[in-house]
DNA sequence: CGGTGCAGTTGATCCTGATCAATACACCGT
DNA sequence: ACGGTGTATTGATCAGGATCAACTGCACCG
């Protein structure tokens, strides 16, 4: 049980908070908006970019918005909720290869093989964008902005790729997908330091190439040393500075 | 000590097949081959493409090509040699990223930070074909398979990072790192059975998150398992079938 | 020549995190 | 209320690979 007073913030759960935003400001936040939204762009080149965009969604928690194979003709920025993509290797053991907050961008690694090269599953009820790619790069050839973003985007991906790479400790791990996820929801305008865990302890485990009984020692220690405070899936960043630091080796790319 | 037998492949010298092959096949084996030369494209293009390639090297091994932090300018395919990627941590340990054959294609994750994340560090003496970063960018907003190409590099190598990902024990990791290397040999036209290994076992075992000794231990297992021959730097795959085998779960996307 | 330094191999021991197992808890439909 | 199911936590044991250490072979060099 978490003491009384802590607890306030969490009175008005996140869920409400996401709410609140999406309306107003998440075209703002994504990965995409200065193409969709910012000015600078003559006014025929937005209503073609407002072409090429289609709402998806709502898919439930569970749902596949694709599959290992698929013919790859979208990505995705997810508006709500949040998604994880995950391989199942030849013996049936999944593998999580990573997750999507609001505001970022899915199937970018499917550009080359021309199918996607993992599934991609709801975690909780989530709304897309979805962007035709043939359209999309046709449109980037035109509007050189427009390409600098998904060369930008696929490069960032890139550097993300490798934050899980390294033989670090459980600890240090943790430590890093805490203060990375925080960061990631900084940028987007939520809370970097109270927010709902998405995904359960098993894919947290997953991810980090860690058991998920490791995950649960070591977001108790976590909580004994008073760095964060942790309720079933809602976080609360206690000690943001000593995570930061405790993962920093993995964070310093 | 080698039998005698097995040997007589290794009495030319890998080295020299190298050379064989470099000036008469090497941009065809490029990643930026049916760009550089490959028909389809006007003379014009094709001359503006050329103006944009330059030759640099060659650089002697330890050499840094670029260093983290560098401003990002150009993009570098292998000529010949072999290149090591890597970032320092703050306690100064570093982190073997990747290594680059000929053929291969370095500097694509810098263009999101627009500094290179990493240092490049000539493995053995290499040579490059340098390519400026806007003059390409520029070209490929005109022609669409230039474009095109880069958006799959990209999303090629956004593939390969999460080779070294997973929870998989050090004979997985060995073995799928022998047959991508082989396999990478083979695809630029190289024997993909017979091989100099242009990286020490520490960088090894560092790309591979092993210990030096367990790099060490595990191949003189392999050798007992009549699974290579090994003799210093020079790798000869006897059962490249029961390698990939071995490796398959790392292997499989 | 012996000296020095580095890369690689092999052996002995230790430690982190995986695995097996038991329990607690929330949520569900009947 | 009752199981039934899925998720999370905690404890006990075990093993794979890291670490420490000794030794070899080899290149280089004064």
Redesign the interface.
């Known amino acids: 049980m978490l003491p009384r007073k802590p607890l306030d913030p969490w009175l008005e759960p996140p869920s409400s908070l996401v709410d609140a935003r999406v309306g107003a400001h998440f075209c703002l936040t994504c990965a995409f908006s200065e193409a969709c939204i910012a000015g600078g762009y003559d006014k025929p080149e937005q209503a073609e970019l407002h072409c090429l965009v289609e709402h998806a969604g709502p898919f439930r928690g569970g749902e596949y918005i694709f599959r290992t194979g698929d013919p790859f003709r979208s990505i995705f920025a997810v508006r709500t909720g949040a998604v994880k993509t995950s391989?199942v290797?030849?013996?049936g053991?999944e593998?999580v290869?990573g997750f999507y907050l609001p505001g970022e961008v899915i199937g970018?690694?499917?550009?080359?093989?021309d199918r996607f090269?993992c599934n991609a599953i709801a975690l909780e009820t989530v709304h897309f964008c979805r962007f035709s790619f043939p359209a999309m790069?046709?449109l980037?050839?035109?509007m050189?902005a427009v390409?600098?973003r998904?060369?930008?985007?696929?490069?960032?991906?890139?550097?993300m790729?490798?934050l899980?790479?390294?033989?670090h400790s459980a600890d240090v791990r943790m430590a890093a997908f805490l203060t990375d996820l925080a960061h990631r929801y900084a940028v987007r305008g939520f809370s970097g330091t109270q927010f709902h865990l998405s995904m359960s302890r098993g894919d947290i485990a997953n991810y980090l190439?860690?058991a998920a009984e490791t995950v649960s020692r070591v977001l108790s220690r976590f909580r004994t040393q008073r760095l964060i405070e942790l309720e079933g899936r809602e976080l609360l960043l206690l000690d943001p500075d000593g995570l930061r630091e405790l993962g920093?080796?993995l964070l310093?790319?």
Chains 1, 2 share one sequence.
Request: glycine share 4%.
């Open positions: 391989v290797d030849k013996d053991r593998q290869l970018l690694n499917a550009i080359y093989p090269p790069s046709a980037a050839a035109r050189p390409q600098q998904l060369f930008r985007l696929l490069s960032k991906e890139l550097g790729a490798s899980l790479a390294g033989d190439r860690l920093q080796s310093s790319r």
